[in-house]
């Protein structure tokens, strides 16, 4: 990889034209769709993700926003007019959006193929070129973008870089980039925001948290069972947006507990098993051993579940209630098949735990009371939130991001091109001297003051 040739600025062609952009979107649509099934064997080899979890969070949506990218660029790139003082009303003003320059992309592994082709094809939509760091445990899928993308874009466009979040923290020493977009951990988030603070570097910021789920007494305690369990199933828990913890009526508590063992019934017909089908893996065994520890050291009590098989990369979904708040799976992020379940009295007391815990991505409210969930609504922060659902703010048209803790910034659709972009203003203003404002220059003593 050479930096050296994304060095848009020194470019002549910077930013990349309209019609060069469409261009190289529809390479990225193109390397997609050709290489579907290369794609899907990398996924399932990384996560063991079943074929209908990688169509349904790593190749529809990818597809769906390169096409909705390459409908609407011309739209959601032209200059648009601004309102003007008095003193402009014969100027023409208008704000347009101009490319950062280059763009470093930083993915994590839990979803790997997406959390890059999103945002780099908001960046080439945006007239940027582009750096993509795949993430390193994520081999399969790591190689697939070092073979592939050369094949589709020249190495003024986009380049690949390889290795670890060490190797990634030398790079951002040794060269600058115009903008980062990471993806991560909160530490990492952490490390990379005050490297780019260093040279004043624009950063976007993905970050990993805790979602809570209220599962109130009003709610349907079996459809809220299912999609709660079906939310920490899916990639195995491994989603900045997986309900991390329920906080549970205490009336419905143990119905609720009872149907988290039934959903599981109903999908794989009992606890999955290291041969069971449609149930993914760890990504690595490293951080298998990870949640094995959490399970070791829990102070809750077992409901069901967990086996760990480290080599496998393999966790059974695991269930947990009577979890203390100082609780070794309430202080860090799960990331995994693991549910602790609390039980709170009322709404207003749940509402109190959400509020002394770090602003999350997403939170879940499960009440059929639509008070509930517009006090929820009302006295909560985060990303997004949903009533009745889980995890599904990724499977919207909505724009996507964090607050706080759980990131900076925001992206998808139109949002994309405005986070690789900056505003700046443009001033058309005629020769002609009687458009000229006199009263500017001095001596200014005109009786009557400028009007806005």
Same mark, same amino acid.
């Given at each position: 990889?050479?930096?050296?040739?994304?060095?848009?600025?020194?470019?002549?062609?910077?930013?990349?034209?309209?019609?060069?952009?469409?261009?190289?979107?529809?390479?990225?649509?193109?390397?997609?769709?050709?290489?579907?099934?290369?794609?899907?064997?990398?996924?399932?080899?990384?996560?063991?993700?079943p074929p209908f979890e990688i169509l349904a969070s790593e190749i529809l949506c990818v597809k769906y926003e390169i096409k909705q990218l390459l409908k609407n660029l011309k739209s959601w790139t032209r200059p648009r007019p601004m309102p003007k003082y008095?003193?402009?009303?014969?100027?023409?003003?208008?704000?347009?959006?101009?490319?950062?320059?280059?763009?470093?992309?930083?993915?994590?592994?839990?979803?790997?193929?997406?959390?890059?082709?999103?945002?780099?094809?908001?960046?080439?939509?945006?007239?940027?070129?582009?750096?993509?760091?795949?993430?390193?445990?994520?081999?399969?899928?790591?190689?697939?973008f070092v073979e592939q993308i050369p094949k589709y874009f020249g190495r003024s466009v986009c380049q690949v870089l390889t290795g670890t979040l060490e190797e990634t923290k030398d790079f951002l020493r040794e060269y600058s980039c115009d903008f980062i977009?990471?993806?991560?951990?909160?530490?990492?988030?952490?490390?990379i925001a005050r490297e780019a603070a260093k040279t004043l570097t624009p950063v976007f910021l993905n970050l990993y948290g805790k979602c809570p789920v209220y599962v109130d007494s009003s709610a349907d305690i079996t459809l809220a069972a299912m999609r709660?369990?079906?939310?920490?199933?899916?990639?195995?828990?491994?989603?900045?947006?997986?309900?991390?913890?329920?906080?549970?009526?205490?009336?419905?508590?143990?119905?609720?507990?009872?149907? $988290?063992?039934?959903?599981?019934?109903?999908?794989?017909?009992?606890?999955?098993?290291?041969?069971?089908?449609?149930?993914?893996?760890?990504?690595?065994?490293?951080?298998?051993?990870?949640?094995?520890?959490?399970?070791?050291?829990?102070?809750?009590?077992?409901?069901?579940?967990?086996?760990?098989?480290?080599?496998?990369?393999?966790?059974?979904?695991?269930?947990? $209630?009577?979890?203390?708040?100082?609780?070794?799976?309430?202080?860090?992020?799960?990331?995994?098949?693991?549910?602790?379940?609390?039980?709170?009295?009322?709404?207003?007391?749940?509402?109190?735990?959400?509020?002394?815990?770090?602003?999350?991505?997403?939170?879940?409210?499960?009440?059929?009371?639509?008070?509930?969930?517009?006090?929820?609504?009302?006295?909560?922060?985060?990303?997004?939130?949903?009533?009745?659902?889980?995890?599904?703010?990724?499977?919207?048209?909505?724009?996507?991001?964090?607050?706080?803790?759980?990131?900076?910034?925001?992206?998808?659709?139109?949002?994309?091109?405005?986070?690789?972009?900056?505003?700046?203003?443009?001033?058309?203003?005629?020769?002609?001297?009687?458009?000229?404002?006199?009263?500017?220059?001095?001596?200014?003593?005109?009786?009557?003051?400028?009007?806005?």
């Open positions: 990889m050479d930096p050296k040739v994304l060095n848009s600025r020194t470019r002549q062609n910077w930013p990349i034209p309209s019609e060069m952009r469409k261009i190289h979107l529809q390479s990225l649509l193109d390397f997609v769709t050709e290489k579907e099934e290369k794609i899907m064997e990398a996924l399932e080899t990384d996560l063991g993700k008095r003193i402009f009303h014969r100027d023409k003003c208008t704000e347009e959006l101009l490319a950062f320059g280059t763009v470093l992309i930083i993915s994590s592994w839990s979803s790997p193929f997406q959390n890059i082709m999103i945002p780099l094809a908001g960046a080439i939509a945006a007239g940027n070129c582009v750096i993509i760091k795949p993430a390193e445990l994520a081999t399969a899928t790591n190689q697939l977009y990471f993806t991560g951990a909160s530490n990492d988030g952490i490390y709660v369990m079906w939310g920490k199933i899916f990639n195995c828990g491994q989603m900045s947006v997986a309900p991390d913890y329920v906080l549970c009526h205490a009336d419905v508590q143990p119905k609720f507990l009872k149907e $988290c063992r039934n959903a599981l019934e109903f999908f794989f017909g009992g606890l999955p098993k290291i041969d069971t089908k449609n149930y993914g893996r760890i990504i690595s065994m490293e951080h298998t051993e990870r949640l094995k520890e959490m399970i070791f050291k829990t102070e809750g009590k077992l409901v069901l579940g967990g086996y760990v098989h480290v080599p496998a990369k393999f966790v059974q979904p695991t269930v947990f $209630c009577d979890v203390p708040e100082y609780d070794i799976l309430m202080q860090f992020e799960i990331f995994g098949p693991i549910l602790p379940v609390i039980t709170v009295n009322s709404s207003e007391e749940a509402l109190e735990y959400v509020s002394n815990q770090k602003k999350p991505q997403a939170v879940y409210v499960f009440s059929s009371k639509k008070g509930v969930f517009r006090t929820w609504k009302k006295h909560t922060e985060s990303d997004g939130i949903i009533q009745n659902d889980v995890v599904m703010l990724k499977g919207t048209k909505t724009t996507f991001g964090g607050v706080e803790a759980s990131g900076l910034g925001r992206y998808r659709g139109k949002s994309s091109i405005e986070l690789f972009s900056h505003r700046r203003g443009v001033i058309l203003r005629s020769m002609k001297d009687d458009t000229d404002c006199k009263m500017r220059y001095p001596p200014s003593h005109s009786a009557n003051p400028i009007q806005p």
